[in-house]
């Protein structure tokens, strides 16, 4: 099957403009639900968070999929990429469906185990129901779309999440303000809206990318082996930032029983996603070539451009955070008119410029080692400052100093940036070359 690479900026565009879409469709999610009260924003943040930590699990096969897929695509070996797919896709489906019954029968009992505030608690498993029990989309949906993207396919998941979250929008206002379903009603269109996206993913795999074209194989066995040995780690790294972050929203919720400082984190996340969407979109097609010249055995470009693709990020989120942070009082009362909390998001979208300058960081060179192979060290990584910055930092500043939600986000800033320093020596350092997973002499002639 003949390939043709693709450039930086035509793989970072639609990404970017998918991740904002996706973003800007949690956002408007946001302001709907605000319409109701803050608790409905708090009860579907909460509840998101801790879906999100099942939802990890499917990551061990789709991230590690994404490195093996580009490595051998690279070495001019695209059978190889079709099989690996099919592998993740297999155990992500078998995966999905015991976690979607999981999290249907024990929504509430997962709640009360994490400590939610009682008037969040309701809404927040209802949500976890809905939404939870169709996470098996979630299994497949970075199953097709990483494959896609691997092959250089970069608009076709841009056009199914577009399509995808134009849905989501219009079930959102139907559901909430004419049938009056509130969070349920969110709920809904979100499953929904991932169906539709899914479907347009699946359908253009099977057009754009011609299986009988994909003649190469190598055994199973070393290809799983492979998929897990970068996937595992990498699962394993989200599954700790989503246990600092448990015990950041625990703190919240120890706070005030009215859940405002929990309310108040969600709503600078989804305002904070804008300037996060293009570090990540950058991040993510910088792997994809950067698994590409791995499989190929150029590592002096690859270690140049990852550089390069790291400064434009670093500019990119500097500039937006700043005028997000700048315009904040003018934002944020688009969801809310309590002055407290307006004033209180302003507070922490200031803290998010110092966030974003670690997170652009930790993205673009965690995202390059994990492609090529070097997935341990960033989980040593993040153990380390995770526990030290959100988890130990989090308590003294939050909890011990009083500086509340000010002093949890504060402790979440340090710890991007002290993992992004981290992540950057060790680019520096050339390890990560000798963690391939093909040696140059396998690749085809």
Not at 95 to 122: C, D, M, N, P, W
Not at 328 to 348: E, R
């Amino acid at each position: 099957m003949s390939m043709q690479r693709k450039s930086l900026v035509q793989l970072f565009v639609p990404i970017f403009i998918e991740t904002l879409f996706y973003m800007l469709s949690g956002m408007v999610d946001t302001l709907m639900l605000s319409s109701l009260n803050d608790q409905a924003v708090g009860a579907v943040g909460t509840a998101n968070t801790y879906i999100a930590m099942f939802i990890l699990m499917f990551s061990v096969v789709s991230s590690g999929m994404m490195a093996v897929m580009t490595q051998y695509i690279g070495a001019k070996k695209p059978g190889v990429a079709y099989q690996a797919r099919n592998l993740g896709l297999i155990f992500n489906l078998i995966l999905g469906g015991i976690l979607s019954v999981f999290l249907i029968i024990f929504s509430t009992q997962i709640l009360r185990v994490i400590g939610v505030s009682a008037a969040l608690e309701a809404p927040a498993a209802t949500y976890i129901r809905i939404v939870g029990g169709g996470c098996f989309l979630n299994a497949i949906l970075p199953i097709f779309a990483g494959y896609l993207r691997a092959f250089g396919f970069s608009k076709e998941p841009l056009y199914a999440t577009v399509v995808g979250n134009l849905t989501n929008l219009g079930l959102n206002a139907l559901f909430l303000f004419y049938f009056r379903w509130g969070v349920a009603g969110v709920a809904s269109a979100t499953v929904i809206s991932k169906v539709i996206n899914a479907a347009i993913l699946i359908v253009c795999a099977f057009h754009f990318i011609k299986k009988n074209e994909l003649i190469e194989r190598e055994s199973n066995r070393l290809i799983f082996g492979q998929i897990i040995r970068i996937g595992l780690p990498s699962a394993l790294e989200t599954f700790i930032y989503n246990v600092s972050m448990t015990f950041a929203i625990r703190y919240l919720n120890q706070m005030d029983e009215q859940g405002f400082y929990v309310s108040a984190r969600a709503y600078t996340t989804q305002i904070a996603n804008f300037s996060y969407a293009a570090g990540a979109a950058l991040a993510s097609a910088n792997a994809i070539m950067t698994g590409w010249r791995v499989g190929a055995g150029e590592y002096e470009e690859c270690k140049q451009k990852t550089h390069q693709a790291w400064r434009i990020g670093l500019v990119i989120s500097i500039v937006m955070s700043s005028i997000i942070a700048f315009c904040a009082p003018v934002i944020v009362p688009f969801f809310t008119d309590n002055p407290q909390m307006v004033q209180m998001v302003t507070k922490l979208l200031w803290i998010d410029v110092a966030l974003e300058i670690g997170r652009v960081t930790n993205l673009v060179y965690g995202q390059s080692l994990k492609t090529c192979g070097d997935a341990i060290y960033p989980v040593i990584l993040g153990i380390v400052f995770m526990f030290l910055c959100t988890v130990i930092g989090g308590w003294i500043l939050g909890i011990r100093l009083q500086w509340m939600v000010v002093g949890c986000y504060m402790a979440m800033a340090a710890d991007e940036c002290f993992r992004g320093i981290g992540m950057f020596l060790r680019w520096q350092s050339n390890r990560w070359q000798n963690k391939a997973l093909i040696t140059v002499g396998e690749t085809a002639q």
